[in-house]
């Protein structure tokens, strides 16, 4: 890892305080765009190396319809919140999503296409403030390499079928995966059974 040499670089704020903070919640959260004082010392960035996860079959017809929607229609179909989180890979704030804590049964659907993308049997508490999940329904969610954050590559999750920004899976997620979904609120729709 690459976290000895965090401290000596120019970063952002919120990840500033990685070196003291082993003894809180045991996964991290999402690293960018998140001022929050209160989050400022409990941020950290284990977690965030680059997983070997595969990006799932998906089908290229399933996803062309979406592919000619402009950013102006998206603007018009989505809220200003829910367009900057799916469209331009925006990260709502911890603990201020409508899904972070939310224990109601019923399938999670994406904001933008209506594709279903997680199951609440699957949603588990990661103590990060946002909606976490241990495994996607199907191939419903792609992951890529992020390197946005440049010592820091992550694997970004998205809609199969509409490209939507979903979050980041990390690798220190519950059994049976092992795998957590950091997922933003805005990008779901919750569909209680
Ligand atoms: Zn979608």
Known sequence: MALKSVHSLSIPTCISSVHNTRSRSRFSIFPALNKSPR????VRVMGSYASSQKPDNVQE???IGYASISEEEWKKRLTKEQFYITRQKGTERAFTGEYWN???PGTYHCICCDTPLFESSTKFDSGTGWPSYYQPLGNNVKSKLDLSIIFMPRQEVLCSVC????GHVFDDGPPPTGKRYCINSASLKLKPK
């Open 102 to 104: 939310t224990k109601t």
């Open 39 to 42: 989050l400022s010392h409990s």
């Open 163 to 166: 490209d939507a920004h979903l």
């Open 61 to 63: 017809a399933s996803s």
